[in-house]
C-alpha cells in the first residue's frame, strides 16, 4: 500500500519550482532599470515535473556513473519593453510572485494533508 508514495516528491518538487519562480521573479524585479537586461521566465512546473520524474537523478558527481541531472533552466524574454532595451514588466512580474506563492502553499497544503492521511492509517495523530 505504502511503496509508492509519489504525492510527496511531487509535492516537494512544486514546492522548489515555485521557489525558483519567487526568485527569478525578484531578480527580474531589481534588474528592472537595468539598460538592456533581458527578463527570464521559467517553464511551466508541468514540463519541469514530466522532466524530473522520468528514472533516476543523480545527486552528486560520482552518483549513477556521473550523470547529474540537469536543473530547471529558465529562458529569456526578447522584445524589449523600455527604450534602453529592458524586457521586465513589472506587472507581469508581480503576477507571477503571486501566482508562484498560490503554488507553494498549495504544495505544503497537498504535503501536509498526504502526512495527516499517512498518520492517521498508521494510527497515529
Do not use: C, W
Not at 5 to 33: E, K, P, V, Y
Not at 37 to 51: E, H, W
Not at 100 to 110: E, M, N, S, V, Y
Amino acid at each position: 500500500m505504502f511503496q509508492n508514495l509519489d504525492i510527496f516528491r511531487t509535492a516537494m518538487a512544486m514546492a522548489r519550482h515555485s521557489g525558483s519562480q519567487q526568485a527569478l521573479s525578484a531578480q527580474n524585479i531589481a534588474n528592472s532599470d537595468t539598460p538592456n537586461y533581458r527578463a527570464r521566465k521559467m517553464p511551466k512546473f508541468q514540463d519541469t515535473l514530466r522532466n524530473s520524474m522520468m528514472g533516476q537523478r543523480a545527486t552528486r558527481e560520482n552518483h549513477l556513473h556521473g550523470q547529474v541531472g540537469r536543473a530547471v533552466e529558465a529562458s529569456f524574454t526578447d522584445t524589449p519593453l523600455d527604450p534602453n532595451g529592458n524586457s521586465v514588466s513589472l506587472e507581469e512580474e508581480m503576477v507571477l510572485a503571486v501566482n508562484a506563492k498560490r503554488q507553494h502553499d498549495k504544495a505544503l497544503a497537498i504535503y501536509r494533508s498526504n502526512l495527516s492521511v499517512l498518520r492517521t492509517s498508521l494510527g497515529r495523530r
